[in-house]
């Protein structure tokens, strides 16, 4: 009889891709991060309020995978929003009909994804873990929030919760996940840019007077434009949400600023950008949202 292979694979090894990989390590799963460029370390560093600790872990690049006869049965995506449609496409031809793949990243592209694939499961996570990393394979789970799961395609999370981490991350089930996507985008758009327009961690948006005023302005606008894309209760509580998260991840280096100081791309086109594209087509007034793209796309115009 064949062994089951539980090995997860992951597309882009940022902060959450490092922290997931972490994590499943100390539960011994084997974990083989995808990666473009080499990487001269052989394990995973993991910092939290329980310590640091490394990890042994392997690394291919998709060029090596494509060439290969690997299959790969789980697959956890945690790239850039804007990267994933491309990056899904190149390593289609190495999953598994039956693949379970789980994709945690910032914005709504996941709902693009499920077009592509015809026969595997496709799952979201919305989190709101807040880490960074200090080197390539370096990180540091700065805030411990939460992470919901749910199916995007017509499957049960069961079996793929059953494969998640155990230990160091609040995991659950979530049968309500798109709407949990969409909490998650509004709370997004009213976080990340302001944390580059301050230059400040999650937690200085709430204690410095001019941010905390324009972090319940921007929150008020961001409301009115997603509750007419997606008419909802969803977002009546945005400025609540918000706040609990900046207070869960107080220490965090937002994963936009983040972007910014290590000179990538941002994430804003998936964001405030997209969030602005709708609300010109519905004639909403979207000053602030268009305002602090402007900033950010002037501390990284190739945003
Ligand atoms: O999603 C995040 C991010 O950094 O992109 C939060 C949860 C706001 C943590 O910083």
Redesign the pocket.
């Known amino acids: 009889m064949k062994a089951v292979d539980n090995t997860w694979y992951i597309l882009g090894p940022g902060?959450i891709g490092c922290l997931w990989a972490s994590y499943w390590r100390t539960d011994n799963t084997r974990v083989v991060l995808i990666e473009h460029s080499p990487i001269d370390s052989n394990s995973v560093q993991l910092s939290s309020d329980q310590g640091c600790h490394s990890y042994p872990i392997e690394t291919v690049s998709p060029e090596q995978l494509l060439h290969s006869n690997t299959i790969i049965q789980h697959l956890f995506i945690s790239t850039k929003a804007q990267h994933t449609l491309a990056a899904l496409t190149q390593l289609q031809p190495r999953l598994a009909t039956n693949a379970e793949i789980l994709v945690v990243q910032?914005g709504l592209a996941i709902v693009e994804l499920q077009q592509l694939l015809a026969t595997q499961q496709l799952f979201a996570g919305v989190?709101?873990?807040?880490?960074?990393r200090t080197a390539p394979l370096q990180v540091t789970h700065?805030?411990r929030?939460e992470t919901l799961v749910g199916a995007m395609t017509n499957h049960a999370t069961a079996a793929v919760l059953s494969r998640l981490p155990g230990t160091g991350l609040a995991i659950a089930h979530c049968d309500t996940i798109e709407q949990r996507l969409w909490q998650?985008f509004a709370?997004?758009c009213a976080?990340?840019p302001l944390?580059v327009k301050y230059q400040c961690r999650?937690g200085q948006l709430l204690t410095q007077a001019e941010a905390r005023k324009e972090l319940s302005l921007l929150c008020r606008e961001i409301q009115s434009i997603a509750s007419a894309i997606k008419p909802a209760a969803w977002f009546e509580t945005l400025e609540a949400d918000v706040v609990k998260?900046?207070e869960?991840?107080a220490d965090?280096?937002?994963?936009?600023?983040?972007d910014v100081q290590q000179g990538r791309d941002t994430?804003i086109a998936q964001l405030n950008s997209w969030l602005v594209q709708q609300a010109k087509q519905l004639a909403i007034p979207h000053p602030l949202n268009q305002a602090i793209i402007n900033t950010v796309l002037a501390h990284h115009p190739a945003a």
Request: hydrophobic residues 35%.
């Open positions: 902060a910032n989190t709101t873990d807040g880490a960074y700065a805030g929030g998650k709370l997004n976080i990340n944390t999650n998260v900046l869960l991840t965090n280096i937002n994963s936009m600023l983040q994430e």
